[in-house]
């Protein structure tokens, strides 16, 4: 293919306001997108690409050290733990819990 581009470059501007634009109550993805002149299916990957970067968690600091490990509370096996001390509060869990409820402790403890 030889001549000018055809592909349209969007700044994260028009895209910021196609992405609002679709969030409104009532707002259709279709429409929307016939008005900004932008295929459906970009906005939806646009969408996609907006909630992967704002559900993102990223890293947190993880410090080792040895220190002297804490009581077991009596009658609990201990199989394997993780021990996370966030703001004073330390809590462990333990290596056979659900994903589902380490994720949700996690979150609480950074709230």
């Known amino acids: 293919m030889t001549g000018d581009e055809r592909r349209r470059?969007?700044?994260?501007?028009?895209?910021?306001?196609?992405?609002?634009?679709?969030?409104?109550p009532g707002a259709v993805v279709a429409e929307v997108a016939r008005r900004a002149d932008v295929c459906t299916s970009l906005v939806y990957k646009w969408r996609r690409q907006a909630r992967a970067t704002a559900n993102d968690p990223g890293f947190a600091q993880v410090v080792v050290e040895n220190a002297p490990r804490p009581p077991m509370p009596a009658g609990?096996?201990?199989?394997?733990a993780i021990l996370v001390e966030v703001n004073g509060a330390r809590i462990r869990i333990g290596a056979n819990a659900p994903s589902a409820l380490i994720a949700a402790t996690l979150k609480a403890l950074r709230s």
Do not use: V
Request: net charge negative; hydrophobic share 40%.
């Open 9 to 24: 470059r969007w700044s994260d501007e028009e895209r910021a306001r196609i992405l609002a634009a679709i969030e409104e």
């Open 76 to 80: 609990e096996p201990e199989l394997g």
